[in-house]
Protein backbone atom coordinates (compact mmCIF):
# COMPACT_ATOMS: atom_id res chain seq x y z
CA UNK A 1 0.00 0.00 0.00
CA UNK A 2 1.67 3.10 -0.88
CA UNK A 3 1.66 5.50 1.76
CA UNK A 4 2.72 8.87 2.86
CA UNK A 5 2.54 10.15 6.59
CA UNK A 6 3.98 13.11 8.07
CA UNK A 7 4.69 13.63 11.73
CA UNK A 8 6.44 16.64 13.55
CA UNK A 9 3.69 18.98 13.76
CA UNK A 10 3.11 20.78 17.35
CA UNK A 11 2.53 23.85 18.71
CA UNK A 12 4.94 26.29 19.53
CA UNK A 13 5.54 30.18 20.29
CA UNK A 14 5.53 32.56 17.78
CA UNK A 15 9.26 32.82 16.67
CA UNK A 16 9.49 29.16 17.11
CA UNK A 17 10.59 26.03 15.10
CA UNK A 18 9.06 22.81 13.89
CA UNK A 19 10.73 20.72 11.62
CA UNK A 20 8.06 18.40 9.91
CA UNK A 21 8.83 15.01 7.95
CA UNK A 22 7.60 12.87 5.37
CA UNK A 23 8.07 9.87 5.53
CA UNK A 24 6.69 7.38 2.34
CA UNK A 25 6.22 3.18 2.45
CA UNK A 26 5.32 1.06 0.04
CA UNK A 27 7.15 2.97 -2.72
CA UNK A 28 10.47 4.64 -4.02
CA UNK A 29 10.72 8.66 -3.18
CA UNK A 30 14.01 8.67 -5.50
CA UNK A 31 11.10 9.29 -8.49
CA UNK A 32 8.34 11.70 -6.76
CA UNK A 33 8.89 14.94 -6.48
CA UNK A 34 7.14 16.52 -2.86
CA UNK A 35 5.16 19.31 -2.06
CA UNK A 36 3.90 20.79 1.39
CA UNK A 37 0.82 21.87 1.45
CA UNK A 38 -1.20 23.69 3.97
CA UNK A 39 -5.10 24.39 4.89
CA UNK A 40 -6.14 26.41 7.81
CA UNK A 41 -9.70 26.73 9.06
CA UNK A 42 -11.64 28.38 6.47
CA UNK A 43 -9.24 28.96 3.66
CA UNK A 44 -8.28 27.01 0.64
CA UNK A 45 -4.99 24.69 0.76
CA UNK A 46 -1.89 26.61 0.08
CA UNK A 47 1.11 24.95 -1.36
CA UNK A 48 3.99 25.95 0.93
CA UNK A 49 7.11 24.34 -0.70
CA UNK A 50 8.11 21.54 -3.13
CA UNK A 51 11.31 19.58 -4.12
CA UNK A 52 12.15 17.75 -7.24
CA UNK A 53 13.11 14.25 -6.89
CA UNK A 54 17.02 14.73 -6.98
CA UNK A 55 16.53 17.36 -4.06
CA UNK A 56 18.17 19.72 -7.14
CA UNK A 57 15.17 22.26 -7.68
CA UNK A 58 13.01 23.54 -4.92
CA UNK A 59 10.39 26.27 -4.43
CA UNK A 60 8.65 28.37 -2.24
CA UNK A 61 5.68 29.88 -1.47
CA UNK A 62 6.19 34.24 -1.12
CA UNK A 63 4.66 34.05 2.49
CA UNK A 64 7.53 31.45 3.67
CA UNK A 65 10.53 32.64 1.77
CA UNK A 66 13.41 32.75 4.25
CA UNK A 67 12.00 30.75 6.75
CA UNK A 68 11.06 27.59 5.91
CA UNK A 69 13.62 25.04 4.17
CA UNK A 70 12.72 22.00 2.63
CA UNK A 71 14.96 19.11 2.17
CA UNK A 72 15.27 15.35 1.40
CA UNK A 73 16.94 12.09 2.21
CA UNK A 74 15.78 9.55 -0.49
CA UNK A 75 18.03 6.92 1.36
CA UNK A 76 15.58 7.18 4.19
CA UNK A 77 12.76 8.02 2.21
CA UNK A 78 12.28 11.01 3.98
CA UNK A 79 11.27 14.81 3.43
CA UNK A 80 11.44 17.30 5.64
CA UNK A 81 9.94 20.95 6.19
CA UNK A 82 12.37 23.10 8.76
CA UNK A 83 10.19 25.85 9.33
CA UNK A 84 11.99 29.04 11.45
CA UNK A 85 10.43 32.14 12.54
CA UNK A 86 7.05 30.90 13.02
CA UNK A 87 4.32 33.06 12.62
CA UNK A 88 0.32 32.71 13.83
CA UNK A 89 -0.48 32.90 9.95
CA UNK A 90 1.39 29.73 9.81
CA UNK A 91 -1.06 27.80 11.66
CA UNK A 92 -2.60 24.81 9.60
CA UNK A 93 -2.89 21.58 8.73
CA UNK A 94 0.21 20.74 6.84
CA UNK A 95 0.57 17.92 3.83
CA UNK A 96 2.36 16.27 2.22
CA UNK A 97 2.08 14.98 -1.47
CA UNK A 98 3.76 13.28 -4.34
CA UNK A 99 3.87 12.92 -8.12
CA UNK A 100 6.14 10.62 -9.93
CA UNK A 101 8.66 12.76 -12.08
CA UNK A 102 10.94 12.13 -15.28
CA UNK A 103 12.92 15.19 -14.83
CA UNK A 104 15.46 15.85 -12.03
CA UNK A 105 14.91 19.09 -11.51
CA UNK A 106 11.21 19.61 -12.15
CA UNK A 107 8.78 20.50 -8.93
CA UNK A 108 5.79 22.55 -8.87
CA UNK A 109 3.04 23.72 -6.22
CA UNK A 110 0.02 23.25 -8.34
CA UNK A 111 -1.80 20.39 -6.14
CA UNK A 112 -3.77 19.00 -9.12
CA UNK A 113 -0.13 17.62 -10.17
CA UNK A 114 0.37 15.38 -7.63
CA UNK A 115 -0.94 11.59 -7.05
CA UNK A 116 -0.80 11.02 -3.19
CA UNK A 117 -1.24 12.91 0.02
CA UNK A 118 -0.51 12.00 3.63
CA UNK A 119 -3.64 12.65 6.62
CA UNK A 120 -1.60 15.91 7.65
CA UNK A 121 -0.08 16.77 10.67
CA UNK A 122 -1.43 20.02 12.78
CA UNK A 123 0.72 23.08 13.03
CA UNK A 124 -0.67 25.28 16.28
CA UNK A 125 1.34 28.81 16.85
CA UNK A 126 -0.13 31.11 19.56
CA UNK A 127 1.54 32.82 22.39
Known amino acids: QLQLVESGGGSVQPGGSLTLSCAAS????????IGWFRQAPGKEREGVSCISNSGGSTNYADSVKGRFTISRNNAKNTVYLQMDSLKPEDAAVYYC????????????????????WGQGTQVTVSS
Open 97 to 116: AAFRSGSYYYQSLDPNRYDF
Open 26 to 33: GFTLDYYA
